[in-house]
C-alpha cells in the first residue's frame, strides 16, 4: 500500500475562501467561544452516547485531550480532523474523517459542522470538497460516506451540492441528542467524485 504523509504540515489544505489544517492547542480558545456560542444550534444534530454528548469542551484538558487523539488517529490512519479556518485565521468549524476500512473497502465516514454565523454562505461545502478531494486522492479511499439525519436539511444541502449519491434510509443509525434517529445515507465513490470534478 502507498505510503501516505499524514504529518501535520502536509494537511494544511487551502481553498478560495478557508484554510483547513489539524486544530493544536493554541485553538482552544477560538474552538471554545465558537462552540460555546453555538451550542444549542449544534446539540440537536450531534452524535450522544447514553444521552452524553461526545464533544466536550468543557476545559482545556479535553479539549488537548482531543486534538491528541486526533494526532494519533492520523499516526495509526484511523481518523483525520481538520478545523476550518478563513484566510484571516477565524476559526469557524470541523470536518473530520473516522471509522477508516482499509482493505477492500478503502471507505471512510465524514462528518463536518460549521459556526451558526457562517451557515449558508458556502464555507462548509467548500471545506467538505477540499476533505473529499485529499480522502479520495492522498489517502486513497475509494469511498466517502456520510449519515445526516433527515430533518437535517441544511447539511443535506451540503452533499447534494457536492453531488454525494444517496443509498437509502438506515434505521435507528446513530444516538443524536439522547435519542436513536433514521439518518438519510449518501456517498461519494473515486469515479463519481471524478465525474463531478471534470
Given amino acids: 500500500m502507498e505510503q501516505v504523509d499524514s504529518s501535520s504540515a502536509a494537511m494544511f489544505l487551502t481553498g478560495n475562501r478557508v484554510i483547513l489544517r489539524p486544530l493544536s492547542d493554541n485553538d482552544y480558545e477560538s474552538y471554545k467561544q465558537v462552540r460555546t456560542r453555538c451550542h444549542d444550534w449544534l446539540r440537536k444534530w450531534e452524535p450522544t452516547v447514553d444521552g452524553i454528548p461526545m464533544d466536550s469542551i468543557s476545559t482545556r484538558e479535553h479539549f488537548t485531550q482531543r486534538v491528541s487523539a486526533f494526532e494519533r488517529g492520523r499516526h495509526f490512519d484511523t481518523s483525520y ?70 430533518r437535517n436539511k441544511s447539511s443535506i444541502r451540503v452533499v447534494e451540492k457536492l453531488g454525494f449519491a444517496f443509498e437509502g434510509v438506515s434505521k435507528e443509525y446513530i444516538e443524536v441528542n439522547g435519542v436513536r434517529e433514521d439518518h438519510n445515507r449518501y456517498a461519494m465513490t473515486i469515479d463519481l467524485w471524478d465525474q463531478q470534478t471534470k
Fill in 81 to 150: 480532523g481538520f478545523g476550518i479556518f478563513l484566510h484571516d485565521g477565524t476559526f469557524i468549524g470541523e470536518v473530520t474523517v473516522g471509522t477508516i476500512v482499509r482493505g477492500p473497502f478503502q471507505s471512510a465516514l465524514l462528518g463536518y459542522w460549521i459556526d451558526e454565523k457562517c451557515a449558508g454562505q458556502g464555507f462548509a461545502p467548500e471545506s467538505v470538497a477540499l476533505v473529499v478531494n485529499y480522502g479520495l486522492g492522498a489517502l486513497g479511499f475509494r469511498r466517502i460516506e456520510v449519515a445526516i439525519v433527515p
